[in-house]
């Protein structure tokens, strides 16, 4: 069973930068586009990232030219850089594969202060 978990949350003033890992045991990294989610307080969960095995990108225009997904199939681990942080992008963060879902993992809280 794959277990997916989300780490490098926090609280940080706008402007700032964080960078979320996520890590997967098994082996939902080899073939499968990754993603990075998010959902803030009170609306649903949504995609903001995804990233193919050769390493194309795809961003939701709320995050696009300031987040950046890279991933690391080696490693099975996926990485999201977020930079030029706003108060909108206060929410917890999960990682997936959007066409082959497994169990969500607890995310990680990113907070960001104006």
């Known amino acids: 069973q794959v277990q997916l978990v989300e780490s490098g949350g926090g609280l940080v003033q706008a402007g700032k930068s964080l960078r979320l890992t996520c890590t997967a045991s098994g082996n939902i990294f080899s073939g499968n586009v990754m993603g990075w989610y998010r959902q803030a307080s009170g609306k649903v969960r949504e995609v903001i990232a995804s990233?193919?095995?050769?390493?194309?990108?795809n961003y939701d225009d709320s995050v696009k030219g300031r987040f950046t997904i890279s991933r690391d199939n080696a490693k099975n681990t996926m990485y999201l850089q977020m930079n030029s942080l706003e108060p909108e992008d206060a929410a917890v963060y999960y990682c997936n594969a959007p066409y082959s879902l497994q169990a969500w993992g607890q995310g990680t809280q990113v907070t960001v202060s104006s």
């Open positions: 990233i193919t095995v050769g390493g194309d990108t």
